[in-house]
DNA sequence: TCTGGCACTCTGTGTTCCCGAGTGCCAAGT
DNA sequence: ACTTGGCACTCGGGAACACAGAGTGCCAGA
């Protein structure tokens, strides 16, 4: 059905086009590739291509195009990830280190992979619901209130502010987080909600309707949050790929943090990389948008994704090595803070 | 030199041109506004205003289009600040208060702001300088590392994590923690280096030395976020408004934290309104953009700004009328959470 | 000082025309 | 059974051209 020459020819069409950004004929094929053919073999081949739906001819009398259907063949079967040079190994590796606190490793993160691949790139901050607890802070601010901070195994940091019917003594707010600690220290966020349901039992009668309304606070911020955070960077190069379709949509989708949620995907495995090529993502405004994605993470746990987004006709070798390569180091980096 | 039908000549062309994009002419002006003169009347007019350098013809037998410096005058003297309708007021006040913490009232001021003009903006974070010091909180982690909390009256929490050299006792550090907060507590941030300088000396010999580095990184800490964190949202208005020139100019400003600062501009007074018009702006890239800014902040204190950009032929009235509502209200939020 | 009239100057748009790249098909060669 | 060269055909895109329409500047008269 479709033989070696075939898929060579396919493989070829899709380098050429990516490159040029123009349909790709017979003969600039048999030209620049040494297939070994004549013009008009190729042409029969692409015949067959077309028929069965890989490649495209915009009109009559141009050359192919790769559909949708064409790169998948080509991501499955003809392409190896391109690994990253040394020198971009060494440039990502600094350039993370320098990063002090989660913030900034996501911000450089992001910035880092858009650069790298000069398309727009977008990091999930390290998802809450599958870190650890590293600490619960009860700090009062005021007269009848006090702040809740929760701090995670990855650096992450939430605080909620909450309002208190009552007074309550410092040594009372100190008790109480002591025993917070204790019960919580490197519990798992997804456990959260019922290790601290049996909790009010070990304290005092007194302090019980206080600790009642603090943990409700502590659960809802972990509900609230568990749709995660995104940054993106790298949208000046939405620009200059000028994108066939609705660059209009693109910036639209990008500031829709559920969409793009959506469009990192399910997990696949630690560093397994996810492509998305156009109308297979489930966002009408980005059908000719590609999406190559991965998932990082400290030791074997997937704390959260990363990718980039760009048009359809983007280097698939390249841009998958570099968010392979961009998502280890950001587990490694994670891993050693 | 300009008498006041000149003035209204002018206004009439920016307000014409501002809702067709299309340079006006002489006989259209006549017929829209009601200026009870004829189109040569004002052909003598637009004659005089283009001498000036008011407005300018794209080409010898065009309608004429303002120039910054007609816009400039229209902001000036033309026109007036268009308040928002009460149904806008009452949408503001409550998307903005059902955020729950700093990064949720920021993030839905700058939604608010692009959607409510059209254009994108950009929302400063409060800045650490200009706040005070609500609690300092030191939480050991692991065995010698410490994570040093920093919450500020904005609500704003900055952490960093300090790794020791010595084991230190929970007790020496909550002593510390102590002395820290008495000494700080609703200290401008802009005082602390000096407050802090001499807290050694309150402390036993023995604490010194932990002292001075957990001293050193609080210092830095207000240093390295000198530089404050920008927001920005509404990209894609961008492609809406066709810009005349480089849109990848405009987003790749955006991109770039330094530029931005810059372009929000100095302070000048509280929910004062600084309106910089394309070549007034310091910015090559942004020669057709213009950026309406204002300060905001809690009390009579400016913390910071935000506003927003977009092409030079923008509605002025109403773009400064609702950055001026949103940096007022946004100042009520923060100074009641 | 304003106004109507008039000649003039452009741009944008539509039309036509043609070149060339690329195709599909066919018949001949291996 | 493939592959190849040849050939007629198709169609998009650029160049050349004409033209209508909007807008102007200027001038003479009210």
Known sequence: ????????????????????????????????????????????????????????QPHTS????????????????????????????????????????????????????????????????????RSTVRHVEIVPVGERRVMLVLITNTGRVEQRVIDLVEDVAEDRIANLRAVLNTCLDGCGLSNVPETVAELPERLPQEDRSVAATILSVLLETLVERHEEKL????????????????????????????????????TGGLSELTVRIG?????????????????????DKELA??????PTRMDYPVTMGAVRAVARYVGQILAGS
């Open 231 to 266: 940054v993106f960077a790298g949208t000046a190069n939405l620009a200059a790929a000028d994108f066939s379709v609705g660059l209009r949509d693109v910036l639209e989708a990008l500031e829709e943090q559920v969409v793009l949620m959506r469009l990192l995907g399910e």
């Open 62 to 129: 141009a050359g192919r195009v790769p559909t949708d259907k064409g790169y998948r063949l080509f991501v499955d079967r003809l392409s190896q990830v391109k690994p990253l040079s040394g020198a971009e190994r060494r440039a990502i590796e600094t350039f993370l280190a320098g990063a002090v606190d989660l913030d900034e490793i996501v911000m450089r993160t992001v910035r880092l992979l858009a650069q790298l691949t000069r398309q727009v790139a977008v990091v999930q901050y390290p998802s809450l619901t």
């Open 279 to 299: 109308s297979e993502n489930p966002y009408t405004g980005l059908r000719g948008t590609s999406i190559v994605a991965a998932g990082y993470g400290s030791g």
């Open 305 to 310: 994704r990363l990718g980039v987004l760009g």
């Open 1 to 56: 059905m479709l033989d070696d020459r075939k898929l060579a020819v396919l493989r070829a069409i899709v380098e050429d086009y990516v490159s040029t950004n123009e349909p790709v004929g017979s003969k600039a094929l048999a030209d620049r590739h040494n297939l070994g053919v004549s013009p008009a073999t190729i042409r029969n081949d692409m015949a067959a291509l077309e028929e069965q739906g890989y490649i495209h």
